[in-house]
């Protein structure tokens, strides 16, 4: 009986240390849950593993999608520390619901919008999209894709909305509508030019200029509730240095104003 209780205290010693061990992992290497915009994917990614080569091994998780969708996600509870967005109505809701750490909410990036085809198309520009021959238009929900919204705007603001509606496909995030351009699902689509950039199968048929649509600004923000918020602030500010910014630039993002 004496053996067999010596051998449970030498038990229950081994998992509180290894538990205390876990715990101070967990302190030196804090988890950062993430919610960001689809269009970042790529950027984000190398950002991310630069900066846990240099800050002790912080360890990302990271949930991509449209902002809309995120932003909805976060008011309904999600566990996120900090959220980037491809547009600024997301962030504003979170912001009039009282779910943003104040101080925190900042422009981090800006964006182009542009019309892409496959490689191999000869649509020259917007005003095509009402031809004949463009059967598939792609565009992002605009109920929660700012590139949709963005991308609608643009339309109307053309007199194209009502020629070119009926032949819309709808994505769930700007992701989706270039891998519909991209596999020939969709005669053109609408995306920001870095979606355009990371594809080899779409050409840029024409940059839509500014005045046809909202600024394109990725606002990033701590979400309040955050466990870790230290770390977020932490991460938040690095995204602003000149590290960060030389990688936002190689994926053809603009650092937005201070």
């Known amino acids: 009986m004496e053996k067999g209780r010596k051998a449970g205290r030498v038990a229950a010693a081994v998992l509180l240390a290894a538990a205390m061990a876990g715990g101070c992992r967990r302190a030196e290497h804090p988890v950062l849950t993430l919610s960001i915009a689809a269009s970042l ?6 950002v991310e593993a630069g900066y846990a080569r240099g800050h002790g091994g912080v360890e990302f998780r990271n949930n991509f999608g449209s ?47 542009v019309l892409i085809a496959p490689a191999g198309s000869r649509l020259s520009g917007l005003s095509g999209l009402a031809a004949s021959d463009v059967k598939v238009v792609a565009l992002g929900d605009p109920a929660s894709v700012p590139a949709g919204q963005y991308g609608k705007q643009t339309l109307v603001a053309l007199h194209l909305w009502e020629k070119v509606s009926g032949k819309l496909v709808l994505g769930k995030d700007v992701r989706q509508v270039l891998s519909y351009v991209e596999t020939g699902n969709a005669d053109a689509g609408l995306v920001y030019a870095t979606d355009a950039q990371s594809s080899t199968k779409v050409r840029v048929a024409e ?40 990688v936002f630039t190689k994926y053809g993002f603009r650092m937005a104003a201070p």
Do not use: C, W
């Open 207 to 246: 940059t839509v200029p500014d005045g046809l649509h909202d600024a394109i600004v990725y606002p990033m923000a701590v979400v309040k509730g955050t466990h870790s918020e230290q770390a977020a602030r932490a991460f938040a500010e690095y995204l602003r240095s000149a590290e960060a910014a030389a």
């Open 41 to 46: 994917q790529p950027a984000m990614t190398e």
């Open 67 to 113: 902002s809309g969708t995120l932003a909805q996600e976060i008011v309904q509870g999600a566990p996120v520390d900090a959220f980037i967005s491809a547009g600024a109505k997301p962030v504003d809701q979170l912001e009039s619901r009282g779910l943003l750490v104040a101080g925190t909410r900042v422009n981090l990036l800006r964006n182009s919008l």
